[in-house]
């Protein structure tokens, strides 16, 4: 489990108590140079997304479902501050099994 606070006011985020820095992932993918967002779908809750998958899993697994994280997560987390606990390996590996049993299904057609 990832404990994930954020700071309304600062717009300011941390993992495991640790302060998240936005740079990581804005040099992936640059989709809000203001930093971190919360509370809806735009580009600042994107970019919090990537930055939190991008602290917990390896690169390709956080490029490939950050979109999915920010709509299931970051876009549902109150317009204040919050703390939450994700399990955040447990919910891509669920994403991964769904992906391959439409797969799956796919090639039985």
């Known amino acids: ?10 717009h300011k985020v941390e993992l495991d108590g ?17 930093g971190f967002m919360w509370s809806y779908g735009g580009s600042g809750p994107a970019q919090l997304a990537l930055a939190i998958l991008l602290s917990v899993v390896t690169k390709e697994e956080a490029v490939k479902w950050y979109q999915s994280f920010k709509w299931e997560f970051v876009s549902r ?7 939450v606990q994700v399990d955040i390996q ?19 057609e």
């Open 18 to 34: 640790k302060p998240l820095d936005p740079r990581p992932s804005q040099n992936i993918r640059n989709h809000s140079p203001d």
């Open 90 to 108: 447990a919910w891509i590996n669920k994403k991964e099994e769904r992906e391959d049993e439409v797969a799956e299904r796919q090639n039985k």
């Open 1 to 10: 489990m990832t404990a994930i606070k954020g700071t309304w006011e600062s």
């Open 77 to 83: 987390w109150p317009a204040d501050d919050f703390t």
